[in-house]
């Protein structure tokens, strides 16, 4: 067992927020997608004899698997895929975990897959593309999996009263972390050498496993001391669907999930789709748009801790519920507003609001979802059902947005589908009770 609000044992856990956020800024948000157009339009132009700077972004193809397709069609599809591989991993993963007693164990082996993932992205090929996407898709599914395990800690490490603080304070730790790092890389590739692009990947991994390893230390491997049987793998099958169950038969921690499902999915769309709606719609100056992105990326990593802590303490005084619904509704506002803007300083406003709701809502959800959930030892089959809701919604939020662009022709309408996930989730947020009901154990005393 251990001991609820240990301070060494809290500052080990929020140093892995500081450890793995830098991949999903450095290598999903900022630099990789830059570099990927880049390399995949110069081969392009190479390959037909063309000037890469009079190459148009939309005319770009590359051989994948024997096909001429656009790159930015073959990485989403690869996102895709690996989130949908995630949502089929997560649970029957975190089922065997939670009867085994082996959380820490499996984050360990997502987090060391995703950091070698990554640092393979050193040899990227725009010429081998297949095996680049390979990369980004074990990465990505190390990434979500990893932490999948590590949320569920939280409840096992904080007492509910302090749950929002935490979550706080490590959203906060992995905003300034990946922001620390982003500036180091771009250091590196605009003050030194742009071929030096690619180092920022190496530096990527060698941060998530160092840095991982203050939470690996003070972590314990097997928190309710669990006892499994040889047939484990089938076990921990039993295991998820016994909380599954238990799950069906809550009503505020079910309420709660179905507007997160909502709410979150617009939340995802919009860090997903930015760079995407702001290269196009935005008039940056020429050859502007590269630098005007990188600077609302920063924007953001630093309203974003902002956000959080403000939202931890708002959470405090009116409650969780209430907060979430704030920061939901100045989404929708956000949305309305993306709509109308056309200049970079419109899209920097835009982008300051973003950051601080996106920090305030990620951390008070997180945590919301932690202090209403039952008493059990099930905690990663618990929060793999927070996980796959998440990332079902980001496949149904992207899918989304396209297809409202192809239909209208326009990406701006695009904002409005993103703005409906945030009004459903509105809705849905109305709805939760204030208390949780009464509900039978299918799983507190499966184990004797």
Known sequence: ????????????WIAYDWANSVYSLVVSSAIFPLFYETSTRNLYAKERGLDPETVEAGSVTVNFFGYDVSPSVIYSLVLSVGFLCISFLSPLLSGIADYTGTKKKFMKFFCYMGSFSCASLYFFDPAQVE?????????????????????????????????????????????????????????????????????????????WIGFAQL??????????????????????????????????QTKRLKKFLYAFFFFNTGVQTVMLMATVFASKEIEWPDKGAKTGLIVAILL???????????????????????????????????????????????????????????????????????????????????????????????????????????????????VFSVALFFVLGFIFLLFIPKEENAIVSFTKNHHS
């Open 1 to 12: 067992m251990i001991k609820k609000g240990d301070k060494k044992l809290i500052r080990g």
């Open 131 to 207: 095996l680049g996407m390979l990369s980004i898709f074990l990465g990505t599914i190390g990434f979500w999996n990893s932490l999948v395990f590590y949320n569920a800690f939280l409840p096992e490490i904080a007492d509910t009263k302090d749950q929002d603080r935490i979550s706080a304070q490590g959203y906060i730790m992995g905003y300034l972390g990946s922001m620390a790092l982003l500036i180091i890389c771009l250091a590196l590739i605009m003050g030194i050498d742009a071929s030096l692009t690619k180092v920022s990947f190496l530096l990527v991994a060698v941060w």
């Open 215 to 248: 939470t690996y230390r003070v972590l314990p491997n097997n928190v309710f001391d669990k006892k499994p049987d040889k047939d484990y793998i089938w076990k921990g099958f039993r295991e998820l669907k016994l909380v599954f169950k238990e799950f069906m």
């Open 300 to 414: 953001i990593q630093l309203l974003g801790a902002v956000g959080a802590k403000l939202s931890s303490m708002l959470a405090k005084k009116i409650g969780n519920i209430k907060v979430i619904i704030v920061n939901v509704v100045v989404w929708i506002i956000l949305c309305v507003f993306a709509y109308i803007i056309t200049q970079p300083v419109e899209f920097y406003i835009l982008a300051a609001f973003v950051g601080l709701v996106m920090g305030g809502v990620q951390a008070v959800a997180r945590s919301t979802y932690s202090k209403f959930l039952p008493e059990t030892t099930d905690h990663a089959s618990y929060f793999s059902f927070y996980d796959v809701t998440e990332k079902i919604g980001m496949v149904l939020g992207t899918a989304f947005f396209g297809l409202t662009e192809l239909i209208f022709q326009d990406i701006r309408y695009s």
